[in-house]
Nanobody, 126 residues
């Protein structure tokens, strides 16, 4: 199983980015996908997730600014970041959790996910 996160970069406050997570080695439709981020000196935190039935969850600080989507044909998940602030600066990671037919996703704990990508750095600065 491989997860390849990409799309990070340097963006000015108020700007936008689209992060991609290309997944191989598993059937994406059987999995929940989560996006997490880790800022310097801080613990990794959940940002958003999407279930196998496309139910979504967002942490409060990104609601209305970030949008998660998935493409099971391309085996990819996307995180659209908008209205970026310096507080969004972090390494962003995608992760998968096998759910089978269960409609679940969560961002409360990194331990709920067992496959992780290498991360992509988002820097918000003027």
């Amino acid at each position: 199983v491989q997860l390849q996160a990409s799309g990070g970069g340097l963006v000015q406050p108020g700007g936008s980015l689209r992060l991609s997570c290309a997944v191989s080695g598993l059937t994406l439709g059987d999995h929940a996908i989560g996006w997490f981020r880790q800022a310097p000196g801080k613990e990794r935190e959940g940002v958003s997730c999407i279930s196998s039935s496309d139910d979504t969850t967002y942490t409060d600080s990104v609601k209305g600014r970030f949008f998660i989507s998935r493409d099971n044909v391309k085996n990819a998940v996307y995180l659209h970041l908008g209205g970026l602030t310096p507080e969004d600066t972090a390494v962003y990671y995608c992760a998968t959790a096998y759910t089978g037919a269960r409609n679940w996703c969560g961002i409360a704990s990194i331990h709920e996910y067992d496959q992780w990508g290498q991360g992509t750095l988002v820097t918000v600065s003027s």
